[in-house]
């Protein structure tokens, strides 16, 4: 029943905007996309931005269930308020960007929620560790200028130390917390 519910809400989705019914792969539109972290430190609200990061998402609307993401976050371009938070960040007790460069995220199953809302059941790959993740997002389709793009939010807690973000003095839970907030807000446009 909820793969018939599924298949019926993309469908339609898809098929109200005159796309083809066939597998869709959308690109991330970067201009118009926020990828944010939120932390804290001492108490004190902090954020940053990922920014050029590379993503496509395959859409089946027969199929839903197989949907796929590739994802790719250049840590180095980490956008912060401070040079010298940005150097802690990259630094080898943090995201270590030197020895790895990109966090990634993959997902290759789909499990429709409600009309609008889903699941991507997928695995977080960060200083070359990868654990599993349930992504939960709201997808809506919309036109621009004309054509047809996909605007996808959400928002997921992960904790830094279970990938190793954080050792030697950054390891303290005390002055940075585990979790970190991760807010999406980004748009696709099809290939």
């Not at 070359?128 to 997808?139: G, H, L, R, S």
């Not at 996808?152 to 030697?168: A, D, N, W």
């Not at 917390?177 to 290939?191: G, L, S, T, W």
Request: proline share 6%; with cysteine.
């Amino acid at each position: 029943m909820r793969t018939l519910i599924s298949r019926a809400a993309l469908s339609s989705l898809l098929l109200f905007i005159g796309l083809p019914t066939q597998a869709a792969e959308w690109s991330l539109v970067p201009a118009e996309s926020r990828v944010v972290f939120k932390y804290s430190y001492e108490g004190t609200p902090y954020e940053g931005q990922f920014q050029n990061i590379d993503a496509t998402f395959d859409i089946d609307s027969e199929r839903p269930g197989s949907c796929n993401f590739a994802v790719t976050i250049p840590i180095a371009d980490i956008s912060v308020d401070s040079p010298e938070v940005l150097d802690y960040l990259l630094d080898i007790e943090l995201f270590d960007v030197d020895q790895f460069p990109t966090a990634t995220f993959a997902a290759e199953n789909c499990t429709l929620e409600s009309m609008n809302s889903f699941v991507a059941d997928g695995t977080l790959t960060i200083r070359d560790v990868t654990k599993p993740m349930q992504f939960p997002f709201e997808f809506e389709v919309e036109m621009a200028d004309g054509q047809p793009r996909f605007h996808l939010t959400s928002s997921v807690t992960i904790q830094r130390l279970e990938f190793g973000v954080g050792q030697g003095y950054w390891a303290n839970t005390a002055a940075i917390p585990n979790d970190v907030e991760i807010e999406i807000d980004v748009y696709a446009a099809p290939q």
